[in-house]
Each structure stands twice: as C-alpha cells, then as structure tokens.
C-alpha cells in the first residue's frame, strides 16, 4: 500500500508570500494519478491540480504542481487571503484504492 | 451546473445502521464513477468506496463488508448503506464524482455527518 506524506504540517506565512507544499509517497506513483486538494473549515475540498501538474477548471494561474515517481510539489506563488487552508494529496493506487496525505495547513503568519 | 447533495446523516448508537444519499444534479450519476469520502472530526479525508458506471463496487478495508454503495438510476442518487458502524465510522461524509481517466474528484457534495456513539 501507497503511503503519501506531505509536509511541513503546518506553514505560516504573509499574503503575498510564496508556498511551497511537498507530497512524497511511499513508493513511485504514476504522475498522472497524482491530485491536489485545497479544503477550508466547514467545506467540502476543492480539487486544485490532477495529474500531477495540471490545473482544474476555475483555479488561478499561482497554483501550479510539479513532481514525479515519489516526490511531487504544490507551489502557490503569491499568496493570497482566500488560500490559507488545508492541501492535501491524493494518488491512486490500484485496485481500485485512492489515498491522501494527511495534509499541509497554510496559515497566516 | 453539477450539484451533490447528501443527506441522511446523523446519531445511531455503535452496532446500528444509516443510509446516507448523494442527490445529484446537472449530471447523470448512472453514466460517472462515484465514490464516497469520509473525514473524521479533525482529521484528513479517508476514501471509502466507489462505484463504477457499469456497476461494479469496491470499498476500503476498514468498510468492507459492513458498507453497501449503490445507486438508483430513476432518481439520480447515490446511496451508501452503513451497517455494524462504529465509533471509528464517525465522520462527514463526502459524495464525490471521479475522473476515471486521472483518478481524481472533481465534484463534491456538502457532506452529512455521522456520529456514531452511545
């Protein structure tokens, strides 16, 4: 079984700032079975990029992904006050089976 | 525009059942891969089932044999039925539509909670 990790737990930054989020699994993953999740209190999550590097419908231009086999990386390169949240991974993993990563909370410094 | 909406969540005491329902709109749940999400209390999002448009089910060990995924095709709702649940199957749970193609959810319902307690 696939175990995805991500860190840091917790990232305290300033709007404007620059995040940096990593997902590393436990063995290689297939790129594109790679997903990434923004979740604020009280919502469902909201799915950001697939694929490893691919945005989704709606999601603006500062959040990009990038990765590969066990080390992948969401980047949010500007800050902005509605992105402090928390992201979380997913991958699949046969079988069917899909894991997340117990997640990163970007929180405002 | 594509919604989900569960509902039938709520307090049974350890050993009971719920069934939880995702009423979809906007999209044909029947012709989509739909899966169910839980997230205890706090803690991160735990995938519990899927069903295949052909109809083929898998759930995660931690529900398997206790947990029913299903659909009803005349209303266009997902239904997930919970029985022997526990106080670990405390959690919101999540409908959500997947991507098959890259094995992702796009589309999420509002969530129903469950509290499983004496």
């Known amino acids: 079984e696939i175990v995805l990790t991500q860190s840091p737990g917790t990232l305290s930054l300033s709007p404007g700032e620059r995040a940096t989020l990593a997902c590393r699994a436990s063995?290689?993953?297939?790129?594109?079975?790679l997903a990434w999740y923004q979740q604020k209190p009280g919502q469902a999550p909201r799915l950001l990029i697939y694929g490893a590097s691919s945005r989704a419908t709606g999601i603006p231009d500062r959040f990009s992904g990038s990765g590969s086999g066990t080390d992948f990386t969401l980047t949010i390169s500007r800050l902005e006050p509605e992105d402090f949240a928390v992201y979380y991974c997913?991958?699949?993993?046969?079988?069917?089976?899909?894991?997340f990563g117990p997640g990163t909370k970007v929180d405002i410094k | 525009e594509v919604q989900l909406v569960e509902s039938g969540g709520g307090l049974i005491q350890p050993g009971g059942s719920l069934r939880l329902s995702c009423a979809a709109s906007g999209f044909t749940v029947s012709s989509n891969y739909m899966s169910w999400v839980r997230q205890a209390p706090g803690k991160g999002l735990e995938w519990v089932s899927v069903l295949y448009s052909g109809g083929s089910t898998y759930y995660a060990d931690s529900v398997k044999g206790r947990f029913t995924i299903s659909r009803d095709n005349s209303m266009n709702t997902l239904y997930l039925q919970m029985n022997s649940l526990r106080a670990e199957d405390t959690a919101v749970y999540y409908c959500a539509s997947l991507q098959w193609l890259a094995r992702y959810f796009d589309c999420w319902g509002q969530g129903t909670l469950v509290t499983v307690s004496s």
């Open positions: 997913q991958q699949y993993g046969g079988s069917p089976k899909f894991t």
């Open positions: 063995q290689s993953v297939s790129s594109s079975y």
